[in-house]
């Protein structure tokens, strides 16, 4: 068959249009990259040269100014100046050497402008180039806050003054400055010099002060030598130090720099034309290598496309022919292609290969599908098979890793395990189980419960318990816990409880724990307790025996002398009465000391919560302490700040108790001068109010402050000697501030007296009526004559109240205890009764109880006043519970038991 031409598009025209478009694509990327780049690196070279020129111009100025402040030091080295500064009575003969030296150093340095001398901030001595000087003097004075200073520009020219100290013999403490004014423009002048018919087209270089902030300041002057005129200044006035790069304004690059301590900048710029014109001419000649490439090679592509497509064409062809010879028409699904079709070489080529191809699968097809088939269903069958061995896999694995976790758990605890079946047979035990009953080696493989039972029963105190408790739990559900106690003295912890699966019982598990040193810890500590207890009980008895056994002496003894001074006596003899006053006193104080120390130790001192007010108890403290400082003629004296609250909740009494206590210590220890009472308040995170005492008395050894609110101790062992006292002050003070969340402290040095000090929280309190001014004076008995039951069993007591009673006239009763007391009390009406609490045969609880209880029907029942030598806080809660008015303490004082009575009655 002859070859048949097919009426197509040559590929060879598709070829070398798709290649022509893709040449022309390469050269202009390539232009355009080219150019994008070379311009790139041309700006950044001149970046790096504008930055390397202000580097090296900022380098230069450092030069400079390093010199000119050499240069400064050297002039303030000057004999002329000396002279001048250390004799101003000189000034009209030393100023014309120094204005001849001034005008040599100008004639020498063109930049200065002017000198001056300054000293003790006063200028003395000012020297100018020009006859109208630039700066006044205030200025020069006060301008200079460093050494180089930019001093107040003028629109014309920029100024830097610089400072470098005088070095005068002998100057004392007055310091002499001279500073030297630099325009600016002049240092431009000689370090920069810019010929304009050269350079001044392309680039600059400008120095310029910096006003505050860092701003800096382009004068006329200095803009004259730039090319750019005012948006130079505008670019340079608002220059952001931010900037770290040249910036592109108008027609020009600028790169700025400042000092990184004087307060100038170097700005460098250049023009753009310098970047734009070599691009220009890059990129023309970039653009004719294009045009050359792109000619030569669509030449060079028409020859290719030519040499590839020439056989491909004419396979197309012998392929139609074969084609058709070898497959008749009719006889294939997809149509053959014709002369008539149009289509390139390849396309040709690709039907064809597509028809033999369709016809290639059309047979395979059929037999494909059913070996598909087949392997779908096998590879099914093959999956479910590995994820059942995989899972099952997974599972025997999980299961050992937590059979052997079980096994390390039980075979490290400190119990011992025994599992048993619903038969009774032993399972499982741990090493542990075997250790604490001391079975035989091997026990733990052989588990023969017969033997295990027999070995663990014989070692019981109680077996038939034991074997009851096994018995019964065998056949039930119960969780079981208890103790078993072994013949060697040990004491096991047994847990008991049913094991189950599903809800279906498998057996049961017994723990058990040796819990011997437990019990015997438990034990220790329970008789240690009691023991405390029983101590602290002795102690508090003890305490409430030696407090009453030592104040009803007291009582009688200051009570009998207060009877005895309400009658004139000789002056020698009331010396003597003074003197036994004042040691009863002394030895009330100290017990008092004691007691309250005893009780703060044992923790049986309690504290109320009242609102009280502050100066009131500053006020009643300097009351107190008042006659003590004046029989020793110091000067006492109370600060008050004026912020501090006038009112506080907290306890009033122990706030009193510690201020007497430093208060007495400070009038003790003081032979002449004052001692002062302050108190002020402070808004710390915590408010806090602040008392102190300071005196000018002996002082204190530092090493002796350590110890010094150690109970017992005094700074020196004279001291009790010479002055008296227990020790006990400074230690009650500082439990008592601790006990309400204070603090305090002393300081202290020998011969130079002590201050002692504390703080308290302060937390507000109600704001309450001030006192009458007499409330704390005694207030006088009611005029009219009572009747009043004593009940007292102890004689001198007896007397002493019966006769401070019955000089005011009132009629006294004595009973001798509370079975007495409680006869009178049902006999005969009493105004008032006064009870005794310790008594023999009845106390006076229960004397007053059965008082009220007589009386509970009365519209107004007796009262009754205690009296106890007993400070516990357990006696006073219990006079309250049975319904005591109030308590005194003895030693009973005549006022006290007036004011009592007052307030019983009225």
Not at 220 to 226: A, E, G, M, R
């Given at each position: 068959?002859?070859?048949?031409?097919?009426?197509?598009?040559?590929?060879?025209t598709?070829?070398?249009?798709?290649?022509?478009?893709?040449?022309?694509m390469?050269?202009?990327?390539?232009?355009?990259?080219?150019?994008?780049?070379?311009?790139?690196?041309?700006?950044?070279?001149?970046?790096?040269?504008l930055?390397?020129?202000?580097?090296?111009?900022?380098?230069?100025?450092?030069?400079f100014?390093e010199?000119?402040?050499?240069?400064?030091?050297?002039?303030?080295?000057?004999?002329?100046?000396?002279?001048f500064?250390?004799?101003r009575?000189?000034?009209?003969?030393?100023?014309?050497?120094?204005?001849?030296?001034?005008?040599?150093?100008?004639?020498?340095?063109?930049?200065?402008?002017?000198?001056?001398?300054?000293?003790?901030?006063?200028?003395?001595?000012?020297?100018?180039?020009?006859?109208?000087?630039?700066?006044?003097?205030?200025?020069?004075?006060?301008?200079?806050?460093?050494r180089?200073?930019?001093?107040?520009?003028?629109?014309?020219?920029?100024?830097?003054?610089?400072?470098?100290?005088?070095?005068?013999?002998?100057?004392?403490?007055?310091?002499a400055?001279?500073?030297?004014?630099?325009?600016?423009?002049?240092?431009?002048?000689r370090?920069?010099?810019?010929?304009?018919?050269d350079?001044g087209?392309?680039?600059?270089?400008?120095?310029t002060?910096?006003?505050?902030?860092?701003?800096p300041h382009?004068?006329?002057?200095?803009?004259?030598?730039?090319?750019w005129?005012e948006?130079?200044?505008?670019?340079v006035?608002?220059?952001?130090?931010?900037?770290?790069?040249?910036?592109?304004?108008?027609?020009?690059?600028?790169?700025?720099?400042?000092?990184?301590e004087?307060p100038?900048?170097?700005?460098?710029s250049?023009?753009?034309?310098?970047?734009?014109?070599?691009?220009?001419?890059?990129?023309?000649?970039?653009?004719?290598?294009?045009?050359?490439?792109?000619?030569?090679g669509?030449?060079?592509?028409?020859?290719?496309?030519?040499?590839?497509?020439?056989?491909?064409?004419?396979?197309?062809?012998?392929?139609?022919?074969?084609?058709?010879?070898?497959?008749?028409?009719?006889?294939?699904?997809?149509?053959?292609?014709?002369?008539?079709?149009?289509?390139?070489e390849?396309?040709?080529?690709?039907?064809?290969?597509?028809?033999?191809?369709h016809?290639?699968?059309?047979?395979?097809?059929e037999?494909?599908?059913r070996?598909?088939?087949q392997?779908?269903d096998l590879?099914?069958?093959n999956?479910?098979?590995?994820?059942?061995?995989?899972?099952?896999?997974l599972?025997?694995?999980?299961?050992r890793?937590?059979?052997?976790?079980?096994?390390?758990?039980?075979?490290?605890s400190v119990?011992?395990?025994?599992?048993?079946?619903?038969?009774?047979?032993?399972?499982?035990?741990n090493?542990?189980?075997?250790?604490?009953?001391?079975?035989?080696r091997?026990?733990?493989?052989?588990?023969?419960?017969?033997?295990?039972?027999q070995?663990?029963?014989?070692?019981?105190?109680?077996?038939?318990?034991?074997?009851?408790?096994?018995?019964?739990l065998?056949?039930?559900?119960?969780?079981?816990?208890d103790?078993?106690?072994?013949?060697?003295?040990?004491?096991?912890?047994?847990?008991?409880?049913?094991?189950?699966?599903?809800?279906?019982?498998?057996?049961?598990?017994?723990?058990?724990?040796?819990?011997?040193?437990?019990?015997?810890?438990?034990?220790q500590?329970?008789?240690?307790?009691?023991?405390a207890?029983r101590a602290?009980?002795?102690?508090?008895?003890?305490?409430?025996?030696?407090?009453?056994?030592?104040?009803?002496?007291?009582?009688?003894?200051?009570?009998m002398?207060?009877?005895?001074?309400?009658?004139?006596?000789?002056?020698?003899?009331?010396?003597?009465?003074?003197?036994?006053?004042?040691?009863a006193?002394i030895?009330l104080?100290?017990?008092?000391?004691?007691?309250?120390?005893?009780k703060i130790?044992?923790?049986?001192?309690?504290?109320?919560?009242?609102?009280y007010?502050?100066?009131?108890i500053?006020t009643?403290?300097?009351?107190?302490l008042?006659?003590?400082?004046e029989?020793?003629?110091?000067?006492?004296?109370?600060?008050?700040?004026?912020?501090?609250?006038?009112?506080?909740?907290?306890?009033?009494?122990?706030?009193q108790?510690?201020?007497?206590?430093?208060?007495?210590?400070a009038?003790?220890?003081?032979?002449?001068?004052?001692?002062?009472?302050?108190?002020?308040?402070?808004?710390?995170?915590?408010p806090?109010?602040?008392?102190?005492?300071?005196?000018?008395?002996?002082?204190?050894?530092p090493?002796?402050?350590?110890?010094?609110?150690d109970?017992?101790?005094?700074?020196d062992?004279?001291?009790t000697?010479?002055y008296?006292?227990?020790?006990?002050?400074?230690?009650?003070?500082?439990?008592?501030v601790?006990?309400?969340?204070?603090t305090i402290?002393?300081?202290s040095?020998p011969d130079?007296?002590?201050?002692?000090?504390?703080?308290?929280p302060?937390?507000?309190?109600?704001?309450?009526?001030?006192?009458?001014?007499?409330?704390l004076?005694?207030?006088?008995?009611?005029?009219?004559?009572?009747?009043?039951?004593?009940?007292?069993?102890?004689?001198?007591?007896?007397?002493?109240?019966?006769?401070?009673?019955?000089?005011?006239?009132?009629?006294?009763?004595?009973?001798?205890?509370?079975?007495e007391?409680?006869?009178?009390?049902?006999?005969?009406?009493?105004?008032?009764?006064?009870m005794?609490?310790?008594?023999?045969?009845m106390?006076?609880?229960?004397?007053?109880?059965r008082?009220?209880?007589?009386?509970?029907?009365?519209?107004?029942?007796?009262?009754?006043?205690?009296?106890?030598?007993?400070?516990?806080?357990e006696?006073?809660?219990?006079?309250?519970?049975?319904?005591?008015t109030?308590?005194?303490?003895?030693?009973?004082?005549?006022?006290?038991?007036?004011?009592?009575?007052?307030?019983a009655?009225?």
């Open positions: 068959m002859p070859r048949q031409r097919l009426r197509s598009r040559p590929i060879r598709r070829l070398f249009t798709t290649a022509s478009l893709l040449l022309a390469i050269v202009i990327l390539f232009t355009s990259f080219s150019g994008l780049f070379s311009g790139q690196a041309m700006r950044s070279q001149l970046d790096r040269t930055e390397q020129r202000t580097n090296l111009a900022m380098q230069t100025m450092d030069r100014l010199n000119q402040q050499l240069h400064l030091t050297l002039l303030a080295r000057s004999p002329l100046i000396t002279v500064l250390q004799n009575a000189l000034d009209a003969l030393s100023r014309p050497a120094l204005d001849a030296h001034f005008e040599a150093e100008f004639e020498k340095k063109v930049w200065i402008s002017e000198i001056a001398l300054i000293q003790d901030e006063e200028m003395l001595y000012h020297y100018g180039r020009y006859q109208d000087l630039t700066l006044n003097p205030q200025m020069l004075v006060g301008g200079f806050k460093s180089i200073t930019a001093l107040h520009n003028t629109p014309i020219s920029c100024l830097l003054g610089i400072k470098e100290p005088i070095q005068l013999p002998d100057d004392g403490e007055t310091p400055y001279i500073l030297a004014i630099v325009d600016l423009s002049e240092v431009q002048s370090l920069f010099p810019l010929n304009r018919e350079h087209l392309n680039e600059s270089l400008i120095i002060a910096l006003k505050h902030g860092k701003r382009l004068p006329d002057k200095l803009l004259k030598l730039t090319p005129g948006p130079f200044r505008t670019t006035e608002n220059w952001s130090w931010q900037q770290r790069t040249p910036l592109q304004t108008h027609n020009f690059l600028v790169q700025g720099k400042h000092h990184h004087a100038f900048a170097i700005f460098s250049v023009s753009l034309q310098v970047v734009h014109d070599p691009i220009l001419k890059q990129m023309g000649l970039l653009v004719l290598a294009g045009l050359v490439l792109f000619g030569l669509l030449f060079g592509m028409s020859h290719l496309a030519e040499q590839i497509t020439a056989p491909i064409t004419e396979l197309a062809e012998d392929a139609v022919v074969q084609v058709r010879r070898a497959l008749p028409g009719g006889q294939t699904q997809a149509p053959l292609p014709s002369a008539s079709q149009e289509s390139d390849v396309e040709t080529l690709r039907e064809i290969m597509d028809l033999l191809l016809e290639l699968i059309s047979h395979n097809a037999l494909t599908a070996v598909e088939a392997t779908h590879t099914e069958s999956k479910k098979l590995r994820n059942e061995i995989n899972q099952r896999g599972v025997e694995q999980e299961l890793s937590h059979q052997g976790l079980l096994h390390n758990i039980l075979e490290t119990d011992g395990f025994l599992v048993v079946d619903m038969e009774g047979e032993i399972t499982h035990t090493q542990r189980f075997v250790e604490m009953w001391r079975l035989p091997g026990s733990q493989e052989n588990h023969n419960g017969q033997n295990f039972l070995s663990m029963v014989k070692q019981l105190q109680h077996p038939d318990a034991f074997m009851e408790r096994l018995a019964h065998s056949n039930s559900d119960d969780f079981s816990i103790e078993l106690i072994l013949m060697d003295g040990r004491v096991f912890e047994r847990h008991s409880r049913v094991l189950q699966r599903d809800g279906e019982r498998m057996g049961r598990l017994w723990q058990f724990r040796d819990i011997t040193l437990e019990k015997q810890t438990r034990t500590l329970q008789n240690a307790k009691d023991r207890e602290n009980e002795a102690k508090g008895a003890f305490l409430a025996t030696m407090s009453h056994e030592i104040r009803t002496p007291l009582n009688g003894i200051i009570g002398l207060e009877r005895i001074n309400q009658n004139p006596v000789d002056e020698p003899l009331k010396s003597q009465i003074d003197l036994i006053s004042r040691s006193e030895l104080g100290l017990l008092n000391n004691v007691l309250d120390f005893s130790e044992a923790g049986q001192l309690a504290f109320e919560t009242l609102s007010q502050p100066r009131e500053l009643s403290t300097i009351r107190l008042t006659p003590q400082s029989n020793k003629g110091l000067t006492l004296t109370l600060k008050i700040d004026k912020n501090l609250p006038e009112s506080a909740l907290g306890d009033p009494t122990r706030l108790q510690v201020l007497l206590n430093l208060g007495s210590n009038v003790k220890f003081t032979e002449s001068g004052e001692v002062v009472l302050s108190a002020y308040f402070e808004e710390l995170s915590t806090t109010m602040r008392f102190q005492f300071t005196d000018t008395g002996c002082g204190i050894d090493v002796q402050l350590v110890d010094l609110f109970p017992f101790t005094q700074a062992g004279s001291i000697r010479r008296g006292g227990s020790g006990l002050g400074l230690a009650i003070a500082k439990r008592l601790e006990a309400m969340d204070g402290d002393c300081e040095r130079h007296g002590s201050t002692f000090r504390f703080g308290l302060y937390h507000p309190g109600d704001l309450l009526d001030p006192p009458p001014t007499d409330s004076e005694p207030q006088p008995t009611e005029a009219r004559a009572l009747t009043i039951l004593l009940v007292e069993d102890d004689a001198i007591n007896q007397v002493v109240a019966r006769g401070l009673l019955q000089q005011d006239g009132h009629e006294v009763v004595v009973a001798n205890d509370g079975v007391g409680v006869r009178c009390f049902e006999k005969q009406d009493f105004d008032i009764v006064l005794d609490i310790r008594m023999p045969r106390d006076g609880f229960e004397a007053a109880r008082m009220h209880t007589w009386q509970r029907d009365r519209q107004n029942p007796t009262p009754i006043v205690g009296l106890t030598a007993d400070v516990l806080q006696t006073l809660a219990e006079a309250e519970a049975v319904g005591m109030e308590v005194i303490t003895k030693p009973v004082r005549l006022d006290a038991l007036k004011q009592a009575i007052n307030r009655l009225y």
